[in-house]
Nanobody, 120 residues
Framework: QVQLVESGGGLVQPGGSLRLSCAAS????????MGWYRQAPGKQRELVAAITSGASTNYADSVKGRFTISRENAKTTVYLQMNSLKPEDTAVYYC??????????????WGQGTQVTVSS
């Protein structure tokens, strides 16, 4: 079982920055692929950024060049640095951890979410 706790959300003006953190329990954090998703009111949850156990990253087109995902395995934490924030970035941001074993067993965990509001 992996527990994920997000922090760092809040209210920020357009053009501002925030850094989200997701602290994970457990001692096998480094084996998990991690991701940040977001869900705006009335919309489906979407992938924002992901980082594999090997530190490969990918981003949604809407955040490329503005957001950076990183992980610190020693602290079992994944981060999302968000710069040049726009009102359309407003959403609840969720941390995700997932792992697929060679025998097909899947593990998938979610945090409780943290609200990010971009408004003047």
């Amino acid at each position: 079982q992996v527990q994920l706790v997000e922090s760092g959300g809040g209210l920020v003006q357009p053009g501002g920055s925030l850094r989200l953190s997701c602290a994970a329990s457990g001692n096998i954090f480094s084996s998990y692929d991690m991701g940040w998703y977001r869900q705006a009111p009335g919309k489906q949850r979407e992938l924002v950024a992901a980082i594999t156990s090997g530190a490969s990253t990918n981003y949604a087109d809407s955040v490329k060049g503005r957001f950076t995902i990183s992980r610190e395995n020693a602290k079992t934490t994944v981060y999302l640095q968000m710069n040049s924030l726009k009102p359309e970035d407003t959403a609840v941001y969720y941390c995700n951890a997932h792992r697929l074993l060679s025998d097909g067993t899947k593990y998938n965990y979610w945090g409780q979410g943290t609200q990010v509001t971009v408004s003047s």
